[in-house]
């Protein structure tokens, strides 16, 4: 009788079969959440990064429960999708309980990348100048819907609301119709 393969026993015939990933030696940590840092992360570590997200306590990244196509009893499948490959840890990074573990990450890390408002990382004490004390080589990558200098710098920003600043939500839809 043939046992059949477990997730693990394939894993293992994987990694002794293959080369290492370009990224293998590379720590990420991402402190984004929805889509834009998640899914740059993701791509980091599909190419071999060892990618830590980092989430708060309750309810983690928002697209857990994301509406759509969810399985029952687990979390959302574009959460899942763009969260494959990573590592993830609940810190409150509000807490000094929570900075103390985070800032010990940040001082193996070699990239960072997070897509919080612009100011909210520094009213953690999280940000750039805070981090490059701890480790100099950080790269520290900041994504943001807007920027981060002018009139809308402090406002949320999604997928949806780049597209129409953008003008690029005109190319999409039906040229007699809705979008």
Do not use: W
């Amino acid at each position: 009788m043939t046992k059949t393969p477990t997730n693990a026993d394939l894993m293992s015939i994987q990694t002794a079969t293959t080369k290492p990933l370009p990224l293998s030696r590379v720590r990420v940590l991402d402190v984004s959440q929805v889509m834009a840092g998640p899914y740059c992360c993701m791509l980091l570590a599909d190419l071999g990064a060892d990618v830590i997200k980092i989430e708060p306590p309750g309810t983690g990244d928002q697209t857990r429960g994301a509406v759509g196509f969810k399985m029952k009893g687990s979390d959302s499948v574009g959460f899942l999708n763009m969260n494959r490959n990573k590592r993830s840890l609940t810190l409150n990074l509000k807490s000094k309980a929570g900075k103390k573990v985070f800032f010990e990450l940040v001082k193996t890390a070699d990239i960072l990348v997070e897509n919080y408002r612009p100011g909210v990382m520094k009213k953690l004490g999280i940000d750039y100048a805070s981090l490059k004390e701890l480790n100099p080589v950080l790269v520290y990558a900041s994504i943001s819907g807007v920027g981060h200098t002018g009139p809308s710098a402090d406002r949320p920003s999604f997928d949806l609301m780049a597209q129409a600043m953008s003008g690029v939500m005109s190319l999409t839809g039906y040229p007699d119709g809705p979008l």
